[in-house]
């Protein structure tokens, strides 16, 4: 654990950086930038050309300089729009089962252990190291349906200065009789977090509401929970048209509703802050509906293939003027790495494209983008972060690949753009150096 008391008056970091403006575009690289930062805000976003000015109106000097080494550069910090933190240790395992079958297998019996909050408190200080690690500044978390561990997890993040929303999950029916709650334990249990955690006042750290999916809650909960995020103008957060035969019991489930998204919507579970996982068979008219609502998606490629449920068309989904962002959904994806998310994602759109079901593969430069400032859309946060703009919080990354350890070898020739695509190829942990998130330093190796 390396937090670090955030840094008082100024720091300027003097080297390359590079981040998204946009979807359309994905990568800016700025050989010579510099990012001043103070009280945790990006103050300067300039080139170096422009130092002595920049001294003299910002009143800084040589002392609060960081300049990077060679081989270094600084990209906005990871984030990862959906994780089940308590999944954290069945990562690798148990992924021989599709989805409903691997739930009950799997994750239900894990997910029962959290009664302990003893047991959550040495997970959750696991998967908060082990993410920020990993370069993730801000994640969505799902918990259990138990509030008081839930409320460890949030402890954590704050322990750790990690940027997160964490929200208890709520199942009261077709779960098993070891892992359920009432509708009534739901819906008090999560009036109760998501009061607990606003008083608490930490902008880092926000409650979500949280049901599971359509599978395990009735449709007085879904109703009760719709209720009480738009009550408290909380984020939401669940599963949609993740697997077919999941869709099949959704609607045998909910026959009053047009589709899967509908009932989400009908209970008033789709808003601007809402983010539903995977939508790998998503119809068009579900789309629209999650248009109409500006409701984001969490795309987890590597739980898609992973737990058999299909290829989201990511391309597709974004170019629809979706909301996407990338979600590594531990342990349904076995690693806890938004890097390798933007791999996976890579290949996955290839896979499509090559069965001719995309046009064009996803580039490296758009997985940048949906890994920083698309899941900061995502998540409705995109004026606090996802890129380096004047006024955003410091949620950054140093990266160096000249690590004696880094996986990735290099050439005289390299130029910043190779240094970038070689790390989003190639790169892991042991490339990213530092981490910060608003300003406070969170990683240092
Ligand atoms: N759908 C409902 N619960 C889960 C879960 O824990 N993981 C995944 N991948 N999908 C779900
Ligand atoms: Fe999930």
Redesign the pocket.
Known sequence: KNADKPARGIQVFIGPYIHSLSWTEPLVVQPNGVIGVKDGKIVIVDTAENLDTLKASHSFGDSDIIKLQEGEFLMPGLIDTHI?AP?YPNVGIGLDLP?LEW?DKY?FPLEAKYKDPKFAELVYRKVVEKTINNGTTTASY?TTIHTSSSEVMADMVEAYGQRALVGKVCMDCYSPDYYVETTEESLSGTTEFVKKILDRKNPLVLPTITP??ALTCSEDLLKGLGAIAKEHDVHIQT?LD?SIPEIERAMELFPQYKNYADIYGGTGLLSSKAIM?HCVHITDEELEILKENNTSISHCPT?NNS?LSGHCPVKKLRNAGVKVGLGT?VA?GYTPSILEEMRHAIMTAKTLSIEGRESEPLTFREALYLATLGGAEALAMEQEIGNFQVGKSFDALVIGLEHELSPIDLFPESDINVLVEKFIMLGDDRNIVKVFVNGQLVKSY
């Open positions: 089940h999944q989805l739930l994750t799902f599971r999916f599963h993740e996982a739980s737990l959904d349904g």
